[in-house]
C-alpha cells in the first residue's frame, strides 16, 4: 500500500479565483465553490443562532479545465444515517456526503466530505461531450445525469458567457447535438445513456429532474424557454406519451423573442423566468398556474433578473396527483447582488405569491468586474461573490462568501421580514495575509491588495526544479509582471561534505534570486541539464522561460545571466515541452515550444537555434507530447472548421524530417493520443508523463501508477555537481565494487516527487516506502532479497548519459552500503520531517528538533498540509496552521496516514544515527498520543487503513502503524463492532485526556484477562439476528469505505482490512467488541490466510497464532488437521511455482506460515498434526519441503512448549527416523540435515531420549505412562529400525512398595537416560522411586543379529536416597513416599479416584521436570543432576 504525504509550498499572493460554480452539502456544513482555472474552493462553515464563521479549509486539485458545474450527491450507501432536527424539509439531498465536479475537458472527480481526497477521477469518453449541467437524481443520489453539448461557445472565461451566446443564437438555427448520461459516483462510469443525438429545441442550457407519472425524467430547455423531456429509466414506453402531449403544449410558454433568463424545476412544477415575468407549469396538466410580472411591479422596482432557484422549506408541498397544492419559496436574483425571496402558493386554483425577504447589498466601487451566485444551506442562503479590482491586475478574481438567516418555515409569521440578517461572511484573503510575512501596520482593507502585490505578485507560472532525484533543489515562478523569482530550499545548504550533498556548490548566501528581461507575464517555465558535450556556448544547466511578449528566453541557471533571446514566434509562448526519457543524442538536448499561433517548434539547446518548425494546427494545440524513442511528436486539438460540431485533431509529427505523418480525427484522435501517453510513462523513470522539471500543470495528464520500480542513478549524482567531479580513484573504486555506491538505484517510487497543479502552488509528494529503503538496508544484509534486482554491470555511456536506461544491480554485499548512500538516506529524512512537520504547535519540540535532530523550519515558504488522492489530483490545505488542523479533525484517513509517515521516519532516524533517539521517540510520542491530548477534537487514526502497513516489508513502518494502532484502538473501534458500552467507554477515555490511554503496560495488564474472557466465550449470549446480520454486512463490506482509495486499495484489500481490523480487536479488546465477533470472523480469518495474499495473509496468519491458546481454540479446535493439511498443500503449491519461477513473491507468505501459523497449529492440536505430518510421508513427493517444513515445526515446537510432546516423543521419533530412512535415498537427501537438527533438539530438551556418543544407537523412554506398562526402546541409527526393548516397570521384587497405587494408575516413569561411553549399557533414573537402573546391551553386531524385541529385565538397580530439598507430593507419588507416610495413603487414592484420567495426565505433565540429567563421570560412575546442580552419584 502507498502512504504518501503532501507538503503544499504557497506563493505570496493568493491565486486567482473565480467562481463558475457552487455547491453546498448540509452535514457537515459545507460549501464548494468551483473556479475558472479548475481549481476548487472548500469553506467550512460554523454557525450559531446569531454568527456564523466562514473558513476557507483547502483546495481541491483535479481540474485543468473552467469547472462546469457541481453537485452533491452519495456514493455509497450508509445505513443509520444521523437525523438532523434543523433538516425537516424535503431536501433529498441532506444525508449526502460528497461532491462531484466536472469541467469543460470531460474529467469528473468525486470528492468525499469525510476523508477530503478525491475518490474517483475519470474522464468521459469523446464521444459524451464537454459537461456543461449536472443533476443528482433525488430518489438515488448514488446516481448523476451528466449533460454534455458540443458546442464550443459557452466559454466560463467571460462574465457574460450566457447574453454572447444569446445574441448568436437564432430562432431557427440547426439543432444542436447533446448527450445525457448515467454516472455512477463510487467508480465513475456510464451506467445509463438518457440521450445521445441532435437536441429539438436550441443548445442546451437548462437541465432538472421532473416528475412525471411516479417515474424520473429530465427537462432540456434552451435560452428561447423551449423545453424538451426525456425519460431517465429504460422504461419509455409510459413516459414517451406523456412526454409529446407535454412539449406540444410547452413550445409557446414564452413569447417570441422572449429570452429565457432560469429555468426551475421541483416535482412536476417547472417555472421560468425571463427579463420581464415568470410563468410557473405543471407538467401533467401542461398549462400555466400562474405568472408575476416585474414591470410595474413596486415589489420587483429596478430588479434586474439574473437566475432564479427554489429553496427547500419546511412548508415546501406539491401534493395529490391532482396538483391541488403547490406551496413553494423561491429567490429571484438581481445582476447586482441582491436577492428577493417570494413565497408562491397554487391551491385549489388560485395562484398567489408574496415578498418574503430581501437581501440588499452595496456594490463595491474599486471591483472592475464582478460576479455573484447564491447556494442554500438550511436555513441560511450563501451569497459568493467574485470581484476583481484594478484593470491592471485583471487576472486576480478573490471570491467572498456572505450568510444571510432567511427564517424559512416561519408559517404563523404575520409581517413581511423585508430585510434579512447578514450572520457572517469569509475569505481566504486575510489568511492569506497573516501567514505571509508582510508588515501590516496601519494598513486598510484597500491597502491589502497592494501590499501583497509588492511582496508577492501574482504569479502565472510555477515549478519545481529536482533534476537529481533526491530532493527538491528551488521554486521558480514567473510573475504577471515578466520577473523571474527563484528560491533555494536553504535545507540543502546543511550538508558540509561534497560527496554527500547533491548541490555542494550553493553559495549559503543566496537564497533567492530574481530574473529580469520578459516585458509579458510569464506563461511557461523549464530547467534543463546539459547532456552532450559543452561547446563553450551554453551553460550545464539551464532555465527556459515563454512569456507572453512573444519571446523565449534562455538563461544560466547558476549565474543568472540570458544566454539567448529567440523570437520565432508571433504569438505567446504556451508550452515548452523538454525531451523525454531514452531520447537519443542530438534531439535530448532540444526543447519544443507552443504558441498561440498554433506553431509548433523544435529548438537545440546546443545550437541556440531553430532546428524544426511544425506550422499548419488549425487551432493552438492545447496538449502536446512528445514521444522521444520513436521519434514522434503528436498534438491534439480542437478543430472549429464545423461551427455547431467542432471535434478534436490529432496531428502527428515525425521529429527527424519534420514531416507530417498522419492525422486522425474523434475519437482515433483521442485513442492514439493515450496511446502516445501510455509509450512516455512507461519508458519514464518518474512514471509521469510530464518530461523533465517543467511548469505543465499535472492535473493536464492522468497519473497512472507504474508497476515497475524507479532507479536513482549514480550518473545523476556526478551530473549534479558541475564543480567537483569524481577522481580517477573514485571511478575505479566504482567500477571494481558496484554494490557498495548503488543501493540507490533500487527504489520503487520517486522518495520527493514534485508537481504544479496551478501556478504559484507547489507540492512536494514525499513516498514513505521509498524514504524507509535507506534504513531498512542499512539494518538487514538480506537487501537483495527486498529489491529483487537482477545483476549487470553498466557501461561508460550509461554511467554518462541520463537519458540510458538504468542500470539493475544486485547488492552482493548489503552490509557495505556506501557512506554517501547513509548521508542521502539521512538528508531525505530530515528534509521530509522539516516539511511535514507541524511548526508552532509545541514549542519544546521545535526547539529539540532543530538542536538534536538538525531539522530546519522552512521559513522562506508559505508551507501547508496536503492529502493526494485518485490519478495525480490533490487535497491542499491554505496557508495557516488553523487549516492544517481542519484536516487533522475532519479526516480520519488524513491524521493515520500522516502519523504512519511521521512516526516511521522518526524510527527511521533512530535506526540510521542513535545519537538523535531521544528527539526521534520525542517526535514520534508527539503523533502518537500528545498531539490528541493538545486537542482532543482531532479525529483517530481510521483502524482499517493502519492495518494496511502492518505487512510492510520496512520494519519500522510495521511498528508504526501497529503502535499507532494499539493507542487508539480503545476509542477508535468502528460503531458496528463496539458493545453496548464502547462508546461510554471511549468517553471516558477522552475526558481523562489520555493519562492512562497510552502507557505502553496498559494493554500488557489487559491480555491476561483476555485469556479468562476468551475461554468462555460459548458461554457469551448470543447475536440476535440483526446484530449478526449487522456485523457480517460489514465485514463483507467494500463500497462504504473511501479510506481505500488514500492508499491505492481495491475492494478486496478494503474487506482484508476488516477482517484483520475485526479479528484484531477479538484478540486484545474483547470486552469493547460484540461477543460473538469473534465466532464470526474466525472462519474469514482462516480464509483470508489461505488466500496467500502478499498483502494480508502473513498478517492474517500471525492474528490467528497470537490468539490461537486464547480465541481461537475454542472455535476451531475440531478443523485445526484440516487447517493444517490445506497449509501443508498451500506450501507444496507455492514452492513448485518457484522452483518453476512462476511466483517468487510468495516465499514471504510461506516463511510466515511455517514459522508462525504451524507452529501454532500444532501445539493447539499436537495430536492431529503428527497424524498429519505422518500422513504426508506416502501422500506427498520424497523431495517435497511439506517434510523439511514438518521438521522445522516440530523445532520450534520443542524450544516453544515441549511439555506439549512429552505424551507423544515415540510418534515424534518414528517420525524423524522415517524421513532419515536409507532405503528412500531422495527424501534422506533432501532432510538428513534437517533430520539431525530436530533430532539433536530432542535430546537436549528431553532427558529421556538420549543418542550415544558415536550416534549410532538412540534410546527413548516412557516419560508418563502406567507403572507396569513403562519401557525403553532403542533405536539402531544406521537402519533406522528398532533393535531392543527394555523391560522399566515397577521394582522387580518390591511389589509390596506399590501397594498404595494402582497397576493402571498413571505416573512418571522415566526421567533421565544416559548411554555408557562403550555404547553397550544404559542407566535410566526415575523421579518415581528415586531408582537408577542399569541394561548391559551388548555390542551392536550382535543386536542386529539378534533383533529379539522381548522386554529386556535390568541388569541391576540402585534406589537413591532423597537429596535436600526433595518433598514427595500428590503429583509425584514415589516409593519412598509410599514407604514414609502411610498416613497419606487414604487422601491419595481419594484423589485419584475424584479425578479422572485426562486430568490426571494433565496434572503430570505440568509438573513433569525436564531438567534431570545422568552424566558419567567415570568408567563405572554415574552423577545425577537437576539444573546443573549435583544430586548425588552412583556405582555402577
Not at 206 to 233: C, H, I, N, T, W
Request: hydrophobic share 40%.
Amino acid at each position: 500500500m502507498k502512504c504518501r504525504s503532501v507538503a503544499c509550498l504557497w506563493s505570496r499572493a493568493p491565486p486567482s479565483h473565480r467562481v463558475t460554480a457552487t455547491a453546498a452539502l448540509t452535514n457537515p456544513p459545507t460549501l464548494y465553490t468551483g473556479g475558472s482555472d479548475g481549481s476548487i474552493i472548500w469553506w467550512s462553515i460554523s454557525s450559531s443562532e446569531s454568527n456564523s464563521e466562514v473558513k476557507p479549509i483547502a483546495m481541491l486539485c483535479g481540474h485543468s479545465k473552467p469547472i462546469a458545474d457541481l453537485a452533491v450527491c452519495d456514493p455509497t450507501t450508509v445505513s443509520g444515517t444521523p437525523d438532523c432536527s434543523e433538516c425537516v424539509n424535503t431536501d433529498p439531498f441532506v444525508n449526502c456526503s460528497a461532491l462531484i465536479s466536472a469541467c469543460t475537458d470531460g474529467v469528473l472527480c468525486v470528492w468525499s466530505r469525510r476523508s477530503g481526497h478525491c475518490r474517483r477521477r475519470r474522464k468521459l469518453p469523446p464521444w459524451v461531450g464537454s459537461p456543461s449541467i449536472l443533476c443528482t437524481l433525488p430518489s438515488e443520489p448514488r446516481y448523476v445525469c451528466v449533460g454534455c453539448s458540443y458546442l464550443e461557445s459557452h466559454s466560463l472565461d467571460t462574465v457574460d458567457g450566457a447574453e454572447s451566446l444569446s445574441d448568436t443564437d437564432g430562432q431557427n438555427r440547426k439543432p444542436s447535438r447533446c448527450t445525457v448520461v448515467v454516472v455512477d459516483t463510487y467508480t465513475l462510469t456510464i451506467v445509463h445513456t438518457v440521450f445521445h443525438g441532435n437536441l429539438s429545441i436550441g443548445h442546451l442550457k437548462f437541465m432538472g429532474v421532473v416528475q412525471l407519472e411516479e417515474q424520473e425524467s429530465l427537462l432540456k430547455a434552451d435560452s428561447y424557454g423551449r423545453v424538451q423531456v426525456v425519460p431517465v429509466s429504460d422504461n419509455v414506453e409510459k413516459v414517451e406519451n406523456v412526454s409529446e402531449s407535454s412539449k406540444s403544449s410547452m413550445r409557446n410558454w414564452l413569447n417570441v423573442g422572449e429570452m429565457a433568463v432560469s429555468v426551475i424545476t421541483r416535482g412536476n412544477l417547472v417555472a421560468l423566468f425571463s427579463k420581464s415575468r415568470g410563468v410557473f407549469w405543471l407538467l401533467n396538466r401542461g398549462e400555466a398556474i400562474g405568472e408575476i410580472s416585474f414591470v410595474d411591479n413596486s415589489l420587483c422596482s429596478d430588479f434586474h433578473l439574473k437566475e432564479a432557484m427554489l429553496l427547500y422549506t419546511s412548508t415546501s408541498a406539491t401534493e395529490g396527483d391532482k396538483d391541488d397544492i403547490v406551496s413553494e419559496t423561491f429567490v429571484l436574483l438581481d445582476d447586482s447582488g441582491s436577492a428577493v425571496l417570494f413565497d408562491m402558493s397554487y391551491i385549489d386554483g388560485d395562484f398567489t405569491y408574496k415578498k418574503h425577504g430581501e437581501i440588499v447589498t452595496a456594490s463595491d466601487k474599486r471591483a472592475e468586474k464582478s460576479s455573484f451566485c447564491f447556494v442554500q444551506l438550511r436555513q441560511s442562503l450563501l451569497r459568493v461573490e467574485s470581484s476583481c479590482c484594478g484593470t491592471e491586475q485583471s487576472f486576480q478574481w478573490r471570491p467572498h462568501v456572505t450568510v444571510w438567516s432567511i427564517g424559512l418555515g416561519n408559517s404563523d409569521e404575520k409581517e413581511l421580514q423585508l430585510q434579512c440578517k447578514m450572520l457572517g461572511d469569509g475569505s481566504y484573503f486575510d489568511d492569506w495575509i497573516s501567514s505571509s510575512c508582510v508588515d501590516l501596520k496601519g494598513t486598510t482593507e484597500n491597502d491589502l491588495g497592494s501590499s501583497v502585490s509588492d511582496s508577492g505578485q501574482g504569479v502565472s507560472s510555477s515549478m519545481v526544479i529536482s533534476e537529481n532525484m533526491y530532493v527538491p533543489y528551488a521554486v521558480v515562478h514567473g510573475f504577471f509582471s515578466g520577473e523571474i523569482e527563484i528560491s533555494k530550499f536553504d535545507f540543502l545548504q546543511g550538508l558540509d561534505s561534497p560527496a554527500s550533498s547533491p548541490r555542494s556548490d550553493t553559495d549559503p548566501l543566496v537564497s533567492k534570486q530574481h530574473l529580469l528581461g520578459h516585458t509579458g507575464p510569464v506563461l511557461c517555465l523549464a530547467a534543463h541539464r546539459m547532456v552532450g558535450a559543452a561547446n563553450g556556448r551554453t551553460p550545464a544547466h539551464v532555465l527556459i522561460s515563454g512569456s507572453m511578449d512573444c519571446t523565449i528566453r534562455i538563461w544560466d541557471l547558476e549565474s543568472g545571466n540570458v544566454v539567448m533571446i529567440m523570437h520565432h514566434h508571433v504569438a505567446p509562448v504556451r508550452q515548452i515541452i523538454l525531451a523525454p526519457a531514452g531520447t537519443e543524442h542530438p534531439w535530448s538536448d532540444c526543447f519544443l515550444s507552443v504558441g498561440d499561433d498554433a506553431c509548433v517548434t523544435l529548438s537545440s539547446l546546443e545550437t541556440l537555434r531553430v532546428e524544426r518548425m511544425f506550422p499548419g494546427h488549425p487551432n493552438y494545440p492545447e496538449k502536446v507530447v512528445w514521444d522521444g524513442t520513436r521519434g514522434y511528436i503528436a498534438c491534439l486539438f480542437r478543430s472549429l472548421s464545423r461551427k455547431s460540431d467542432p471535434i478534436d485533431v490529432l496531428f502527428i509529427w515525425d521529429v527527424k524530417t519534420g514531416a507530417r505523418e498522419r492525422v486522425l480525427r474523434g475519437a482515433a484522435s483521442h485513442s492514439m493520443f493515450d496511446h502516445f501517453c501510455a509509450g512516455i510513462s512507461e519508458k519514464s523513470y518518474s512514471g509521469s508523463i510530464l518530461n523533465g522539471n517543467t511548469s505543465v500543470s499535472s492535473l493536464l495528464f492522468p497519473a497512472e501508477e507504474k508497476k515497475k520500480q524507479f532507479y536513482l542513478k549514480n550518473y545523476e549524482r556526478t551530473a549534479s555537481l558541475p564543480t567537483a567531479q569524481p577522481s580517477a580513484s573514485q571511478e575505479k573504486t566504482r567500477e571494481e565494487n558496484p554494490s557498495a555506491s548503488s543501493f540507490s538505484q533500487s527504489i520503487r517510487y520517486p522518495p520527493i516527487k514534485c508537481a504544479c497543479p496551478f501556478p504559484g502552488i507547489s507540492t512536494l509528494i514525499f513516498d514513505l516506502s521509498s524514504l524507509a529503503v535507506y534504513c531498512q538496508a542499512h539494518e538487514d544484509s538480506d537487501t537483495h532479497k527486498m529489491l529483487g534486482e537482477s545483476s549487470g554491470k553498466p557501461t561508460a555511456q550509461q554511467r554518462t548519459s541520463n537519458n540510458q536506461s538504468p542500470v539493475q544491480r544486485t547488492i552482493d554485499n548489503p552490509a557495505e552500503i556506501s557512506p554517501m548512500d547513509k548521508a542521502i538516506g539521512e538528508y531525505l529524512i530530515r528534509f521530509s520531517l522539516s516539511y511535514l512537520h507541524l511548526w508552532g504547535i509545541d514549542s519544546e519540540l521545535d526547539q529539540t528538533l532543530t538542536a538534536q535532530l538538525k531539522l530546519k523550519r522552512p521559513e522562506s515558504f508559505i508551507v501547508a498540509s496536503g492529502l493526494q488522492g485518485d490519478k495525480g489530483s490533490l487535497t491542499l490545505a491554505f496557508p495557516g496552521l488553523n487549516a492544517s488542523l481542519e484536516l487533522w479533525k475532519s479526516s480520519a484517513e488524513f491524521s493515520a496516514l500522516r502519523s504512519v509517515m511521521m512516526v516511521s521516519l522518526a524510527e527511521c532516524m533512530i535506526s540510521l544515527s542513535h545519537s538523535t533517539a531521544t528527539a526521534s521517540s520525542t517526535l514520534a510520542a508527539f503523533y502518537t498520543r500528545n498531539l490528541a491530548k493538545k486537542y482532543p477534537d482531532v479525529k483517530p487514526p481510521l483502524l482499517q487503513l493502519l492495518v494496511t502497513f502492518w505487512q510492510e516489508r520496512s520494519e519500522q513502518v510495521c511498528m508504526a502503524a501497529r503502535s499507532i494502532f494499539h493507542h487508539t484502538a480503545s476509542f477508535a473501534i468502528p460503531r458496528p463492532l463496539c458493545n453496548d458500552f464502547a462508546s461510554e467507554h471511549a468517553k471516558l477515555v477522552r475526558s481523562l485526556s489520555g493519562i492512562n490511554l497510552h502507557e505502553p503496560n496498559s494493554s500488557e495488564e489487559e491480555r491476561p484477562t483476555n485469556g479468562l474472557e476468551s475461554e468462555h466465550i460459548h458461554e457469551a449470549p448470543r447475536l440476535s439476528q440483526a446484530e449478526e446480520s449487522e456485523l457480517l454486512s460489514w465485514l463483507e463490506s467494500f463500497e462504504m469505505q473511501d479510506w481505500i482509495s488514500c492508499v491505492g486499495g481495491t475492494s478486496q484489500d478494503a474487506m482484508a482490512a476488516h477482517i484483520i481490523v475485526a479479528a484484531a480487536l477479538s484478540i486484545w479488546y474483547p470486552s469493547l467488541v460484540k461477543p460473538g465477533l469473534a465466532m464470526l470472523v474466525v472462519h474469514k480469518l482462516l480464509n483470508l490466510v489461505m488466500a496467500m495474499s502478499e498483502k494480508y495473509s502473513a498478517t492474517a496468519a500471525e492474528l490467528l497464532s497470537e490468539g490461537m491458546e486464547t480465541t481461537w481454540k475454542l472455535l476451531i479446535g475440531s478443523d485445526i488437521p484440516r487447517i493444517v493439511s490445506d497449509i501443508f498443500f498451500q506450501i507444496e503449491c507455492v514452492s513448485s511455482s518457484v522452483r518453476a519461477q512462476q511466483d517468487v513473491l510468495s516465499s514471504p507468505i510461506k516463511e510466515t506460515l511455517v514459522e508462525v501459523l504451524l507452529p501454532s497449529l500444532a501445539m493447539a492440536d499436537v495430536i492431529g498434526f503428527l497424524s498429519i505430518i505422518e500422513s504426508q510421508i506416502w501422500s506427498t513427493a520424497s523431495d517435497s519441503p511439506v517434510h523439511v517444513v514438518s521438521l522445522r515445526t516440530l523445532i520450534r515446537i520443542i524450544r516453544a512448549s515441549p511439555r506439549n510432546l512429552v505424551l507423544h516423543l515415540e510418534k515424534v521419533v518414528n517420525f524423524v527416523l522415517q524421513t532419515m530412512d536409507p532405503s528412500n535415498t531422495v527424501m534422506r537427501k533432501t532432510c538428513l540435515q534437517t533430520s539431525m537438527a530436530t533430532l539433536k533438539e530432542v535430546v537436549r530438551v528431553f532427558p529421556m531420549v538420549i543418542l550415544n556418543d558415536s550416534s549410532t544407537r538412540l534410546a527413548i523412554g516412557d516419560a508418563i505412562t502406567e507403572i507396569n506398562g513403562a519401557s525403553i526402546r532403542i533405536y539402531d541409527m544406521q537402519s533406522m529400525t528398532k533393535i531392543r526393548v527394555l523391560d522399566a516397570s515397577g521394582p522387580p521384587g518390591l511389589p509390596n512398595l506399590l501397594r498404595g497405587a494402582s497397576e493402571s494408575a498413571v505416573t512418571t516413569a522415566i526421567s533421565a537416560l544416559c548411554f555408557s561411553p562403550d555404547g553397550e549399557g544404559l542407566v535410566a533414573f526415575s523421579e518415581n522411586g528415586l531408582m537408577i537402573r542399569w541394561w548391559s546391551l551388548g555390542s551392536v553386531w550382535w543386536e542386529k543379529l539378534s533383533r529379539s524385541l522381548t522386554p529386556v529385565q535390568c541388569t541391576k538397580l540402585i534406589f537413591l536416597h532423597p537429596w535436600d530439598g526433595f518433598s514427595s507430593n500428590s503429583s509425584r507419588t514415589s516409593v519412598i513416599s509410599s514407604i514414609t507416610s502411610h498416613d497419606e495413603e487414604v487422601p491419595l487414592q481419594e484423589t485419584s479416584k475424584n479425578i479422572s484420567h485426562a486430568e490426571r495426565l494433565k496434572q503430570l505433565v505440568q509438573h513433569l521436570d525436564l531438567s534431570y540429567r545422568l552424566v558419567w563421570a567415570s568408567e563405572r560412575k554415574v552423577v545425577l543432576t537437576r539444573h546443573n546442580v549435583e544430586l548425588g552419584t552412583c556405582l555402577l
